[in-house]
């Protein structure tokens, strides 16, 4: 396939996704790549297939003693630069190509070895730096386009519709639309209804929720974007990560941060807060797959140059 918005940064990972000494298995661009950490923080990041007889790498185990990846069909050793470990010796010239990562804090990022086009935004490890970190919520392969899925989160009318039972959203009014470059921001004002007991005691995310909620969103195009919001309990951000696996396919995770008002907060709210994200990626996700094929649209909506401009980047990029 031919590389999608080449020399974007991609966070394809946080250190929490990857454990210690364990594959994990990233597909980027229609290529599937393997990563793994050690016990000392290094990460490093191979082509999955195995240069012998084609093994996926991901299914095989790390030698923690060497550093290297070890192949499941025949326990050939591979180390971070696709180096051939065998007899105890190893070889001069690489025989799988590795993946160039950046690894900033706790965040995994790259350029799928392309040239860089824009930074890396520092605004995650910024947060990370401000915030407690709360967890990873809604990490999906969603059935779709990287652009469609991008323009569901540029999106200001859906609330209303896709989320109305989660957040009992009524009313959403975009107030600010600032844009310079690859960076957007929009402020937003979401009117929540009247809650009976039984609808808070079911979903308990509605107590953090204010009457009123306001929020901002902030975007650093084509990598994340980021919803700052005070809630009931203190502010929380939820930075959005996403990036193309295929033509077709298009993986998204959430990192939860939040600043409680009380520690005791954090494990009592934490559980309905990432299960509250799940759920909003999932109907997310039904809504970008059940459309039938995009055609010109007969009615426009308000707030819908948020979407114009991410689709202006997208082409212009």
């Given amino acids: 396939m031919n590389t999608i ?22 597909t980027l661009n229609g290529q599937d790549y393997v990563l793994w950490q050690n016990d000392r923080g290094e990460v490093f990041g191979l082509d999955n297939v195995c240069p012998h007889m084609q093994a996926p790498l991901s299914n095989g185990w790390i ?3 060497r550093d290297t990846i070890t192949c499941p069909f025949h326990a050939l050793e591979f180390d971070g630069e696709g180096r ?5 010796k190893r070889d001069t010239q690489p025989l799988s190509r590795s993946l160039k990562l950046t690894v900033i804090g706790d965040f ?41 899925t991008w323009l569901i989160n540029s999106d200001f009318n859906h609330q209303n519709g896709t989320h109305r039972e989660l957040f009992q959203i009524v009313q959403n009014q975009m107030t600010e639309f600032d844009k310079d470059g690859y960076w957007y921001q929009v402020k937003q004002e979401s009117t929540r209804a009247n809650n009976s007991l039984g ?42 990560v996403q990036y193309p696996q295929q033509n077709d396919r298009t993986k998204i995770y959430e990192l939860i941060f939040g600043k409680f008002k009380f ?23 039904m809504a970008i797959e059940t459309r039938y094929p995009s055609q010109l649209a007969k009615i426009k909506l308000p707030n819908e140059e948020v979407m114009a401009y991410a689709e202006k980047l997208y082409k212009e990029w």
Avoid at 5 to 26: D, E, F, Q, T
Avoid at 209 to 217: G, M, W
Avoid at 273 to 281: E, P, S
């Fill in 108 to 148: 995994i990022w790259t350029y799928d070895n392309c040239e860089p086009r824009v930074p890396i935004p520092d605004i995650v490890q910024n947060i990370a730096a401000e915030y407690d970190f709360i967890g990873i919520a809604g990490e999906k392969t969603i059935r779709s386009d990287f652009l469609s």
């Fill in 84 to 88: 051939l470990h065998r007899e105890g």
């Fill in 263 to 285: 520690a005791g907060m954090k494990p009592l709210f934490r559980q309905s807060m990432l299960k509250a994200i799940d759920v909003v990626v999932e109907q997310d996700s």
């Fill in 5 to 26: 918005l080449p020399g974007a940064p991609w966070l394809i990972a946080h250190r929490s996704m990857l454990g210690i000494n364990k594959p994990y298995k990233v």
């Fill in 199 to 240: 609808e808070i005691f079911s979903n308990p995310v509605l107590l953090t929720l204010p009457k009123i909620l306001k929020s901002t969103v902030e975007y650093f195009f084509p990598s994340v974007l980021v919803l700052y919001a005070e809630s009931g309990i203190g502010p929380f951000a939820q930075v959005v």
């Fill in 63 to 65: 030698c923690q003693e």
